[in-house]
C-alpha cells in the first residue's frame, strides 16, 4: 500500500502539489489523469525518490519514505516520461547495467532479458546504441529496463505513448496481470480511453489539487447522461469560454 500524507511541492513560489492526500491499494492499477502541467510528473518524480516533497510524507507498506530511501527504490520499477537516457549505450549494455544495480543475477537477468526483448520486438537491434533507435524503441528499452528486477510496484509516466499498437497492447496485459498478482501499478496517462480500459480507479488532478479519486464507474455515475470526455473537460479543463479557433 501507498499513501500520500498531506503531500505538498513548492518549486521556489510556484505550488505544484497542494495536500496531495492519496493511498493506492495493493492489487490495484491506478492511472493519474490531468491536463499538461497538472502534477502527474511531480506526484510520480515525489514517490520515485527524484524529488522530495516540500511538506507531507510518503509511506510504502507502512514505511516513511524519507527514512527507507534505499529499500524502497528497490521496490520500484520506474518508467520516465522521457525515454532520452543513457543514449551512448547499448540496450544490452543498459539492460546489463540495470540488472547490476538491482543485484539481479545473470541467469534470472539473462531469461528476462531475453523473453523482454523478444516480447518487445527489439531483440535484434540491443546492440546497436540507444542514440540510432526511434522514439518508440527508446521506450521500449526503458521498460524492459523497468521491469528486469520485476518489482512489486511498477511506476509508469505516460508509458504507451510512441509505442506501436502491439506494444502497447502488450504492456497492457503485463500491467494487468501484474496488479492481478497483488502488485501495484500507477501510471499517468491523458488518453481517457486507455484510463477506462485498465485502471481500477483514477485520480485526476487539476492545477496541483486532486479533484476526484475514484472507478471510472463511480466518475460516471455523479455525472449521469454525460460521457467521460465530457465529464473529464468539465472538472479538468479550463474553466473560461474559448471557442477553439477563435483568437481568446
Ligand atoms: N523543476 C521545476 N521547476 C519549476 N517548476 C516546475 C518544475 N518541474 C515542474 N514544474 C511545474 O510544476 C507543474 C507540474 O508539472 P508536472 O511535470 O508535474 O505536470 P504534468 O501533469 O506531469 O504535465 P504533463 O502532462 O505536461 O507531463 C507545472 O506547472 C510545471 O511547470
Known amino acids: 500500500m501507498i499513501q500520500f500524507d498531506h503531500i505538498s511541492k513548492q518549486y521556489g513560489d510556484f505550488t505544484a502539489l497542494k495536500d496531495l492526500n492519496l493511498t493506492l491499494e ?22 520515485t525518490s527524484i524529488i522530495e516533497p516540500t511538506n507531507g510524507s510518503i509511506l510504502v507498506d507502512g514505511l516513511e519514505l524519507s527514512q527507507h530511501r534505499d529499500e524502497i527504490k528497490k521496490q520500484i520499477a520506474y518508467v520516465p516520461d522521457s525515454p532520452d537516457i543513457f543514449l551512448n549505450l547499448t540496450a544490452r549494455e ?12 545473470h541467469e534470472t537477468a539473462k531469461e528476462r532479458i531475453d523473453s523482454l526483448s523478444l516480447l518487445f520486438d527489439i531483440k535484434e537491434r540491443q546492440y546497436e546504441t540507444i542514440d540510432s533507435y526511434s522514439h518508440g524503441m527508446r ?13 512489486d510496484i511498477w511506476v509508469l509516466d505516460e508509458p504507451l505513448t510512441g509505442l506501436d499498437p502491439q506494444a502497447s497492447f502488450d504492456l497492457k496485459e503485463m500491467m ?17 480511453s486507455v484510463a477506462e480500459q485498465l485502471c481500477d480507479r483514477i485520480g485526476i488532478l ?7 479519486v475514484g472507478t471510472l464507474d463511480e466518475l460516471k455515475n455523479q455525472y449521469p447522461n454525460k460521457d467521460l470526455e465530457t465529464i473529464y473537460l468539465e472538472l479538468a479543463g479550463r474553466q473560461t469560454e474559448v ?3 477563435e483568437d481568446e
Not at 539492460?95 to 544495480?101: H, K
Not at 487539476?206 to 476526484?212: L, S, V, Y
Open 176 to 192: 494487468k496481470e501484474h496488479a492481478q498478482k497483488g502488485n501495484t501499478v500507477l501510471f499517468s496517462t491523458h488518453v481517457l
Open 94 to 105: 543498459y539492460w546489463n547495467f540495470l540488472a547490476t544495480i538491482y543485484g539481479v543475477d
Open 243 to 245: 471557442k477553439v479557433g
Open 206 to 212: 487539476r492545477k496541483g489539487e486532486i479533484i476526484f
Open 139 to 151: 521506450q521500449k528499452t526503458i521498460i524492459i529496463g523497468a521491469l528486469i528486477p520485476n518489482p
Open 26 to 47: 495493493n492489487g490495484e492499477i491506478f492511472g493519474l489523469i490531468g491536463h499538461n502541467g497538472a502534477g502527474k510528473t511531480t506526484t510520480i518524480s515525489l514517490l
